[in-house]
């Protein structure tokens, strides 16, 4: 996948909207977890065609998520982990002894750190990542701003 196509789909990402007028507000877990995705690509502790369920992922979506949650939101990215496979970002798979299934359902907290558990072919990822400049304080997307528009935040 090139660049602009991953863009595309990063505007494109169905991200569910709950609540009724002033409460109503699109959900932020899959841009958050895709926020720490990236984190983990640049600390390479992922890998762009293989990002592993872990306790290290967990926690950095905990961080961005608690900066732009609304008091509805549960700090879930099991949920999003699953999820952005349908909007073709990766597959989940887990290891089994007869090779990699298909995750039927959201990992599991026992899943974490197993190295069983992870997302495969995540391409769009790696297209995303060729504008980014990382540094060792981590990356900067000076190359095109405004992509994660997150609720109330601009």
Known sequence: MDFSAAVEALYRLNTGVIGTETGRHERPHKPVLLLAVFDALASRKAQP???EWSAWLRERFRIYFEQVRSHADSCTPEFPFYHLKGDGFWLPVSVESTGEIMLAAPPKAR???TGRVFVSGSSMAGACLSPIRFSERGFAM????GIFRMPGHS
Do not use: A, I, T, W
């Not at 000076?142 to 701003?145: D, K, L, M, Y």
């Open 49 to 51: 065609n293989r990002v």
């Open 111 to 113: 899943d974490l750190d």
């Open 142 to 145: 000076h190359s095109f701003p």
